[in-house]
């Protein structure tokens, strides 16, 4: 009932900057919350940021401070402005929809992934 549509992944240098964007369709009436998941193969997928429809931002230890998360109810999207990136943040970065819950079932959408290198 919710698809999920990112954009902005690449190839950034250390140090470098990028935005990844995430627009949410279908059903949107029902999210609650988006935000992003990232994962480097072989390890499992850890929460980067996330942001309720209040506007409340949560962030991982690790990206605090270079990371900020923002949303736009209007529009529905998503947003990861990405600064002073390190290889350490290389990792497929996907975003997710928080659909709420309802009897008892938590309601989870997912987009499809976008690739994050950061090399020199």
């Known amino acids: 009932q919710v698809q999920l549509v990112e954009s902005g992944g690449g190839l950034v240098q250390p140090g470098g900057s990028l935005r990844l964007s995430c627009a949410a369709s279908?059903?949107?009436?029902?999210?609650?919350?988006m935000g992003w998941y990232r994962q480097v193969q072989g390890k499992h997928r850890e929460l980067v940021a996330r942001i309720t429809r209040g506007g409340n931002t949560d962030y991982a230890d690790s990206v605090k401070g270079r990371f900020t998360i923002s949303g736009d109810n209007a529009k529905n999207t998503v947003l990861l402005q990405m600064n002073s990136l390190k290889p350490d943040d290389t990792a497929v970065y996907y975003c997710y929809a928080d659909g709420g819950t309802i009897a008892t079932m938590a309601y989870e959408y997912w987009g499809q992934g976008t690739q994050v290198t950061v090399s020199s």
């Open positions: 279908g059903k949107i009436g029902s999210i609650v919350a």
